[in-house]
């Protein structure tokens, strides 16, 4: 059955209880610490999300091609919100939009997620947003019973990488990925992943 789409990606009339797991998670609607907030995206941030990554070293590792304007990058992410398996968060700096990040639901491997399509402005790489993003993330899904979270980065992304290993993931090697680089060369993934902090309640 079709279940119905909610603001900022979620859907379903109820959540679904898979294991220990509740899907839909139902996000705040501003998750914040240290001047950076984390929403449900709304079309209307489209704009600015298009000026935040407007520079090619944001698309460096995207398997994608790179949307020509606001209206395109609107569309590659409401499409990819279409099977409610997604939810993609617009990442502010103060006022100033500076990325994107997503939390992915596999109802075939329903005891944790994956939080992935982390775009950010290179103007704030390396200042710890990236972190403090994934921190709050990490914070609430934890919160609401998954088991684990589940991490990956293009194998030639050194820098995602390390910035994984930062937050205390797992390393779980490289892996075939199903996704085609712009370049044509098919993608391969290092995977992580972080289990659910000792002593936290499922």
Known sequence: MKRARRPGGTAGDCPVKNGPMEWPVRFPAEMSA???S???????????????????????HIPR????????LDHSIQS??????RVTFT???GSRVVGMTSVLFDPRDPAGVEV?????????????????????????????GAQWVQLRTDERNGRSAAAIRKL???????HPDDRVRRDGTRRRSRMFRLDRPGGQPG
């Open 116 to 144: 992935g399509g982390t775009q950010l402005d290179p103007g704030v790489w390396g200042t710890g947003v990236n972190a403090r993003v994934k921190r709050l993330l990490l914070e609430e899904i934890f919160s609401r």
């Open 65 to 72: 091609a790179i949307p020509a304007d606001a209206a395109a």
């Open 80 to 85: 990819k919100l279409a099977d409610g398996n």
């Open 91 to 93: 990442v502010r700096q």
């Open 38 to 60: 984390v929403r449900p995206y709304d079309c209307a941030d489209a704009a600015g999300l298009f000026a935040a990554l407007d520079d090619e070293r944001a698309w460096e």
């Open 34 to 36: 240290d001047g950076i």
């Open 168 to 174: 205390g993931a797992t390393d779980l090697g490289v």
